[in-house]
């Protein structure tokens, strides 16, 4: 994999709108600080993601999840962190759960459109009986591949 | 999603953050909501140090940030020590990239070992790891025991 500076670093858009939120108005970033500001944060994602992952290789898991992350926060004494974070993960968890109901209403949807234009044409009926037939089973396949998305 | 407006900007690619965390060799997968966690947990981080930062820089009557109060506040700040390399590298190499993060196996190294590398160590380790950027035919053995950026 070529290596690109770039993919080390955060999009200075979002630390600059990060710093201009943090700091009053009047007080500016002089251009190095503002690029140590930017290395400053990739240095935490290195930090926290080594650490999260000494819980995640104690645990025996292969696989990174929040609660590493949480345990991480921990161990590296941002404990105030912890709440908000916890509120965020809330959101998100939320917000996938939405999206899954979302996309499987837009394929409900879909297929009652499908059914409505078959009705239409007499010779697909018996091919339309057939997908009817399908349809629980396709539902419940649907579901475990956004499971696994 | 409504209620995100004000975080719209501060929300760092949860791409780019996982690019950033797989340059960690020992990291295997993650968990999709990590990205995510972490993009939050960085925010409330940059804030956390750029008011500090901030505090320091007023009430020595500037009105520009410069590296050398990001050294003060981070050097008086147990929390941010961890930062404390990337601003010596910062400030003595005076480099643009990312080379800040050549010094990230040290954090690891740290972790493992629960000690604190000596100066000297660290002096050593710096400029090895430096040549090793510039020449990429050694860059397949030193990744053993550095992380090739």
Same mark, same amino acid.
């Given at each position: 994999m070529a290596e690109r500076p770039e993919d080390l670093n955060l999009p200075n858009a979002v630390i600059t709108r990060i710093i201009k939120e943090a700091l009053p108005d009047g007080v500016n970033v002089s251009k190095e600080a503002r690029r140590a500001i930017s290395q400053a944060a990739s240095v935490f994602v290195l930090y926290a993601t080594s650490c999260a992952n000494n819980f995640a290789m104690k645990a025996k898991r292969k696989t990174l999840n929040a609660g590493d992350v949480l345990s991480a926060m921990e161990e590296m004494e941002f404990e105030r962190f912890l709440e908000p974070l916890r509120e965020a993960l809330e959101v998100y968890k939320k917000g996938q759960k939405g999206k899954k109901e979302v996309s499987e209403q837009k394929r409900k949807d879909k297929e009652k459109k499908t059914d409505s234009e078959n009705d239409k044409s007499r010779e697909e009926e018996d091919e339309e009986e057939e997908r009817m037939d399908e349809e629980p089973e396709a539902e419940n396949e649907a579901e475990e591949e956004d499971v696994e998305n | 999603m409504p209620g995100q407006k004000r975080r719209y900007n501060v929300r760092f690619p949860p791409s780019r953050i996982k690019k950033i965390m797989q340059k =960690? @060799?020992?990291?295997g997968r993650i968990a999709m909501a990590v990205p995510v966690i972490i993009s939050r947990a960085l925010e409330m981080f940059l804030k956390s140090l750029l008011t500090k930062i901030c505090l320091l820089t007023q009430s020595k009557n500037s009105g520009v940030v410069s590296v050398a109060h990001m050294k003060q506040c981070i050097e008086s700040e147990k929390l941010f020590h961890f930062l404390r390399d990337l601003v010596e590298q910062s400030l003595s190499a +005076?480099?643009? =990239? @990312?080379? +800040? $993060?050549? $010094?990230w196996p040290l954090y690891r190294t740290k972790m493992h070992e629960m000690q604190v590398q000596k100066p000297s160590e660290v002096v050593e380790k710096a400029p090895r790891r430096n040549l090793c950027s510039l020449d990429n035919d050694s860059s397949s053995s030193e990744s053993e025991l550095y992380i090739c950026l």
């Open positions: - | =960690d @060799a020992e990291v +005076g480099q643009k =990239d @990312a080379r +800040g $993060l050549s $010094l």
